[in-house]
């Protein structure tokens, strides 16, 4: 084991499945070692423990040897995309009830409190109506109990956040809990997309603030001792102090380390990148080298966000996903995801004694239900505080059993407790493993990370499965397994093509259509039909070389999986660069008067040369604050001004200005 230092660095990427760790020198621009270890949802600090301890081991170096520590996630996306997340409050002021019904406001808010008060500005940042603080906390103390953090949005709080300042101020002193105002994510307008990008965020505080504690503790017990970064959406870096106060900025953080990776790993220029986890698989165009950006804002799980994010599409489809088949059709239609569940092949891994057990007694049963090869784990006890009775006597009985697994039979005994465990599943307190794609590929021998045994005789249950003609779906474990792998394959190959429709401009629910879905079921006949890519899919994910030439071959273009593309989220992870943006408008309600929104409140100039110098100094200013802060050794700054007018009598006239200020620099080492 050496001690010399030679630029050594170390990512990590924490995804739904799998923690990977590698060590980077980034000298010679090479892998020196990687690892994987299993994403303990329970104990994060296990899976990124046996991770690091297996890089480093791999690796031949001392932990006092690496300088910089780089983190990426899929947990904030996976928590999206499944529907977790904590419980949380959102304060909307200075907006009509009808504000619910607006920017999917309520869908974002899925059930949990909203309180609706009198207040806001106007476009230039004047009050349009008091903020009552009294009755701000009278309302916030009667819902501060049930929820985990507050989201809090006003009217125009991009011109002027006095209202929004004064209520995160306000809970923080009655509550201390977590508060996100919608003007420190965003300075766009659009109040109802800002707010359910703070409701989201502030769901996801409480997850990535466990994630960051618990890397940080882990890295101090293996005695590493640098600096810790974590990936942004956009696929920049920050200091993992930054990211604690606004985690929403870490959705696609994994996807976007990922094409960072996979730009490093091939040097392509122009490709799709089509990333397979075990929760989601994450689609991506790389221009000129450079992955796109989305100047919309990310969407994931169904939410429209302000967050600037790479132009991802993610799919709630990836190795784990559950598998079902369609109890209306005649024969077999298989249906994957969007939730993950755990392999049986792994559940078997971690307990092989009660599952095999299980699974040999259904095998011998007759006749077979569809709760067989289900199994019931406790996920999270910690979350078991406000729970029903019914609830708590399921939970009870998971917590009791040997491993703490059950077979699903044990605790779904009738339609209502299995919506109870259903409900307990989404919430987080426990998890189902079953059928997936990944014990069909270890049925195939393309995987060996896991029981194929078990992954088999779990297979063999999923076949004897009943269609509405009450026939077995398929004869026999390879059978069920090799339609899996082809409706995935399918599946992937239609994700990707609905991503290349975009990207052109063109609806993504276009590759629905008969022609299209002829043309990827090889459609022969009078007419040619076909359809493909015109550039190279590169694959990535450690299940990526089983499905991505299948999925290539059906698009009719070539495949690239590179060499480590298993581990490309946490090498994307080490080679990234800090950025910060900030952004301003300079507005004009009348002739002569210019007004810079670019502090805590508006600042009026009678000159527009006054205004933008100041609105430069004052973004320059928190650009570089902010990038000191996110850790950034050296920082590059760029400005970018533009300005709308319209033409009276001839004359142009400013009506607005927004200016876009940016630094960018490498990690401090």
Known sequence: MTDSKGHLLLGIDTGGTYTDAVVYDERSRTVVAKAKSPTTHHDLSIGISGAIDAALRAAGVSPSAIELVSLSTTLATN?????????????????????IERGGLRAALGGDPAVLLAGGHDPHGGERAPLDLDLLAKRVGEVADRVDGFAVMSQFSVRNPAHELATVELIRRLTGKTVTASHVLSAQLNGPKRAVTAILNARLVPIIDRLVATTEQTLVDHGVHAPVMVVR???????????????IETIL???AASLVGAAHLTGLDDAIISDIGGTTTDIAVLRNGIPLVSTMGATVGGHRTMVAAVEMHTHGLGGDSQVRHDERAAGAVLQLGPRRVI?????AAAHPGIVHAALDRQLAADPPSDLDGVFVLLLDRHRTGDLDDTERRIVEAVDAADGHIVTAATVMTSASRQRVTERLVRRGVLQLASFTPTDANHVLAGQHTGDADAARKAAQLFARRRDRLGRAIADDAPTISRLTVDTLVRRSAE????AAF?????????????????????????????VGLTTPLVGLGASAPSYYPAVAALLGTAAEVPHDADVANAIG??????????DCTVSAPQIGQFVVHAGDGPVVFVS?????????????????RDMEAAGAAEVEIATDWHESTVEVSGTPMFVEGRLHVTGSGRPRI
């Open 79 to 99: 928590a999206l995309v499944e529907g977790s997340g904590r419980p949380v409050c959102a304060i909307i002021i200075g907006f009509d009830d009808d504000v």
């Open 233 to 247: 959406g956009d696929g920049s870096l920050v200091s993992a102090d930054f990211v604690r106060e606004r985690p």
């Open 253 to 255: 953080s994994g996807p």
């Open 343 to 347: 392999p049986v092949a792994l559940a």
């Open 495 to 498: 994700a990707v093509l609905a």
């Open 502 to 530: 975009e990207h052109d401009g063109l609806p993504g629910d276009t590759v629905q259509s008969r022609a299209v879905q002829a043309a990827l079921g090889g459609h022969a006949g009078v007419s040619r039909i076909s």
């Open 573 to 582: 992870a080490v080679v990234g660069r800090v950025r910060i943006s900030h």
């Open 608 to 624: 527009l040369e006054a205004a933008v110098e100041h609105a430069t100094d004052v973004l320059t200013a928190r650009v570089r």
